[in-house]
């Protein structure tokens, strides 16, 4: 486990799992709406991506085409990340990689 944390302002539980070259993240939710295509939904939630610049990538797919949610900041990580939709309007995310720096 990387991680586990309360969020009081959703009374829901983060739960941050360490999968080898994968990370999952499991999320509890008191009454999660049923619609698979949003991200706070119940079961598979949707996939996400690490990247090294993330500014770059939305400037990418906004060059496809494809709208991004405005990039949040994760408050327990400080990494940022957006959304953006499928072909098929599931969610998919980008998680900008943390580049560590040595001095």
Known sequence: MIREVYRAERESWKCDLDAGNAQIELFSF?????RP???EARGLRHLAF???DLDAEVAR???AGVVC???RV???SGQ???FFAD???LPLELYERVISQSA
């Open 80 to 82: 940022r990340f957006t």
């Open 50 to 52: 690490n990247v090294d």
């Open 87 to 89: 072909p098929d309007g």
């Open 61 to 63: 797919l906004a060059a």
């Open 69 to 71: 949610e405005p990039v």
């Open 37 to 39: 295509s949003r991200p």
């Open 74 to 76: 994760d408050e327990y």
């Open 30 to 34: 008191p009454a999660p709406p049923p």
